[in-house]
């Protein structure tokens, strides 16, 4: 992290739920000077346009996730079935200017106040990064000692430190503040804020991060939100039950 105290709120994966994005903003008001979304804004959820008005107004730094890009250009692949069946949903939807927007965000990785922000992996917007093996390239490559990224939806991270690299899990403790985890400035890191609006570590809370530059620490938080209506939407929507029933279980 470079010189000067900021403090940075960050967000990732928050696939287009309005609720859990509405409660992370009202959970961290106050908490943050500057806010970066590591992308994923849309897929899966029932509230695209509704997700980028509120991104766009907050004037966030933001990068394109897999599924941006795949409501920006239409292309589904690599997905399964539910998810590309979302973003056809999706599609269908959006306001031509957010459309636009999607297709201007910039791939990671991406340089800001001496952190680095990709959405998969350094080389790989679509690689995931679950274990420590597969952390290596990115710690070792990263043009920064500190380097957020997504994807994933599992909180924490990892830690490069005398040639080993080390997992970290935030503790899951209450809506309350956990202790700010310190950053050791001879390692290096990668930071995951874990999911907004669908995490998949097994706690279905939204999840986000706040680091504050100068002090060299880092919060990790996670806030209730209201699964039901949120799900009432989608099947509402007609969106893929699968994709519906997740959102309880954080999986
Ligand atoms: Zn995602």
Not at 4 to 12: D, E, P, T, V, W
Not at 42 to 49: E, F, K, L, S, T
Not at 83 to 98: F, V
Request: glycine share 10%; proline share 6%; aromatic share 8%.
């Amino acid at each position: 992290m470079g010189a000067g105290m900021a403090r940075y709120l960050f967000i990732s994966d928050i696939h287009a739920n309005l609720t859990a994005l509405e409660a992370v903003l009202a959970t961290a008001e106050g908490l943050w000077d500057h806010a970066v979304c590591l992308g994923d804004v849309v897929g899966y959820g029932p509230d695209p346009n509704e997700v980028i008005d509120r991104i766009v107004k907050l004037g966030m730094t933001s990068i394109r996730g897999n599924h941006d890009r795949a409501a920006a250009t239409g292309v589904c692949d690599s997905f399964n079935p539910s998810a590309c069946a979302a973003i056809e949903w999706t599609r269908g939807r959006l306001r031509t200017e957010n459309l636009r927007w999607l297709q201007a965000l910039p791939a990671g990785p991406f340089s800001e106040a001496g952190m680095v922000f990709v959405h998969g992996s350094v080389e790989d917007e679509d690689e995931y990064i679950l274990s420590a093996d597969e952390a290596e390239r990115s710690l070792e490559q990263s043009p920064a000692s500190i380097t957020f990224f997504g994807h994933t939806h599992v909180q924490g991270g990892f830690r490069l430190r005398d040639e080993r690299i080390e997992a970290f899990r935030p503790p899951f403790a209450a809506d309350a503040e956990a202790a700010p985890m310190k950053l050791d400035p001879a390692a290096r890191y990668l930071i995951n804020p874990g999911s907004v609006g669908q995490p998949r570590d097994g706690d279905p809370r939204a999840a986000f991060a706040v680091a504050d530059t100068g002090r060299r620490a880092i919060e990790f938080r996670r806030v209730a939100y209201d699964i039901a209506s949120v799900q009432e939407r989608m099947e509402g929507a007609g969106l893929p039950e699968p994709l519906v029933l997740r959102l309880a279980f954080g999986r």
